[in-house]
């Protein structure tokens, strides 16, 4: 099992308050290299020089920029030295079927798990969240009831297993999309994670940390569901699913799928 911890984040994270999550990110790094990966963006510009005046008075000052215009440059080596002394790699927004069809089953991809396997930290958001898992959503719409044709899903880059993972969740209103994904793949949880919200993930072990909260959909013990049968337009019909909402400091165990409360201060 890899040593390394996943920060998946549901995007808009604090950049300019009190950068709770990016601040977790810096602690993890320990003052090392962070690769920040732009390939989600079609329009890169900005991206960069935002975290970098992010991240600033937090410990991390060697940031390095990789974008690939064109799948083939995942081959290019100055595109690969950076990972080489990389302490953790941070996956920017935009859209996730770009990312993980520039840099999938490539040198970059190998490079990302290589650093995750020597225990090193891969943090994205948004974009950068939803890759994280073997299976990904790709677009769907949203604040309405998921109906059995409207979803798309591709492959991830598989760094979480046995989960599918929704971002900007609650402020989009992505409730129906992340059922319609659960109904597609019982074995998988579904975790919506809100704006400025991150499951911290060491092992099979997750933990929320942020201003929101995330949403773990259990499809394990449904006892029905009419995605086989229905026609493209049908309203999804779904039975027995079972959700929980998760704050600052809750934790879950991927394995047993049982949520813990986070230990609470009780001093007067």
Not at 7 to 35: F, N, P, Q, W, Y
Not at 93 to 109: A, F, N
Not at 222 to 234: L, P
Request: aromatic share 6%; with cysteine.
């Amino acid at each position: 099992m890899a040593d390394g911890a996943l920060i998946i984040i549901g995007g808009h994270e604090d950049k300019m308050g009190e950068r709770l999550i990016l601040k977790e990110v810096a602690r993890r790094l320990k003052g090392g290299r962070l690769v920040v990966c732009t390939v989600a963006s079609h329009e890169p510009d900005g991206y960069f020089d935002a975290y970098r005046k992010a991240f600033s008075g937090l410990g991390v000052d060697d940031l390095v920029e990789i974008y690939v215009d064109e799948r083939a440059e995942s081959w290019d080596a100055d595109k690969l030295s950076p990972f080489e002394n990389a302490a953790g790699v941070f996956f920017t927004g935009g859209d996730q079927l770009r990312l993980s069809s520039q840099i999938g089953d490539t040198p970059i991809e190998r490079s990302v798990r290589r650093l995750y396997e020597r225990g090193g930290l891969i943090a994205g958001t948004s974009a950068g969240a939803s890759v994280m898992s073997e299976t990904m959503l790709v677009k769907g719409p949203a604040e309405e009831s998921y109906r059995i044709g409207e979803l798309h899903m591709a492959p991830g880059l598989g760094l979480l297993r046995d989960a599918i993972i929704d971002q900007h969740f609650a402020e989009r209103g992505r409730y129906g999309r992340l059922l319609g994904a659960v109904a597609h793949n019982p074995r998988l949880l579904g975790l919506g994670v809100d704006e400025d919200t991150a499951l911290v993930v060491e092992g099979r072990r997750m933990t929320v940390l942020g201003a929101g909260a995330v949403y773990v959909v259990d499809g394990e013990a449904a006892t029905h569901s009419n995605i086989a049968e229905g026609q493209a337009d049908d309203a999804l019909s779904l039975f027995d699913i079972r959700m929980h909402v998760l704050a600052h400091g809750d934790g879950f165990d991927l394995d047993a799928r049982r949520p813990a409360a986070a230990a609470r201060d009780t001093a007067d």
